[in-house]
């Protein structure tokens, strides 16, 4: 599903990576940690191609990601489902409409759009929540729309940065629980997380980055 074959991303500041390889299964979740600055971002921005690499190659379902057109992106992006620490959501719109907004861009017709929306809200527990604004919301509501949002368009990988970061241990359990509901119905799940006393009891593959090296694979 995705392959880092010596892979580096310069700055003009310095290296964020460097001669980074490894290689995740489709269907596979993972996780990757370090710490601040170690490049987890980087790593993630690459595959979802907001950013390109110096040196190397990132290849995603088989595609050299160095070699995508620009026009071609937005497509390639459909497959994915991007979640953020600080969830990112349309603060002046409704849990409706900042989960709808992927479907909408994808041209989706209003009862393709009320069916998905409600059922990644179940998914999360969060049916029921359409009219409400993400501010009447608590954090690990907000994080769960980000999430019913990343999922909505049934993405065959779904990549996390920190999505636990702002959240209580116990609520960070149950976000970590939903992604595993997630790859066990086939979808490839990549998380950035510095949370090593829970991720460490979960039993998947962690990644570690130092200085934008990898230095460590395996479970832990």
């Known amino acids: 599903m995705i392959t880092f074959d010596q892979v580096s991303k310069h700055y003009p500041q310095g290296d964020a990576l ?5 290689h995740l299964d489709k269907g596979e979740m993972a996780f990757l940690t370090g710490h601040s600055g170690a490049g987890k971002s980087t790593l993630l921005k690459l595959i979802a191609m907001m950013e390109i ?23 390639i992006r459909r497959n994915m489902g991007l979640i953020f620490q600080d969830y990112k959501l349309l603060m002046d719109r409704t849990v409706f409409d900042n989960v709808a907004f992927p ?8 009862d393709q759009i009320s069916r998905r929306v409600r059922a990644a809200l179940h998914k999360v527990g969060l049916l029921g929540h ?8 608590s954090g ?9 949002r990343a999922v909505v368009n049934k993405p065959k990988l ?23 509901q997630f790859q066990q119905s086939g979808t490839t799940v990549l998380i950035a997380s510095h949370d090593l006393s829970l991720i ?3 039993g998947y593959r962690i990644i570690t980055l130092n200085q934008g090296s990898l230095i460590t694979e395996g479970k832990q």
């Open 103 to 110: 479907l909408v861009v994808s041209g989706y017709d209003f």
């Open 18 to 22: 460097s001669n980074v390889s490894f």
């Open 140 to 148: 690990g509501e907000q994080q769960r729309v980000g999430i019913a």
């Open 158 to 180: 779904i990549l996390a940065d920190e999505p636990t970061g702002n959240l209580d241990p116990e609520l960070s359990a149950e976000v970590m629980h939903l992604f595993e």
């Open 53 to 75: 690499c110096t040196r190397g190659q990132v290849l995603l379902d088989g595609q050299n990601l160095n070699r995508i057109k620009d026009r071609q992106i937005p497509y």
């Open 130 to 137: 359409e009219k409400k604004y993400p501010l009447a919301l």
């Open 200 to 202: 460490s009891q979960m």
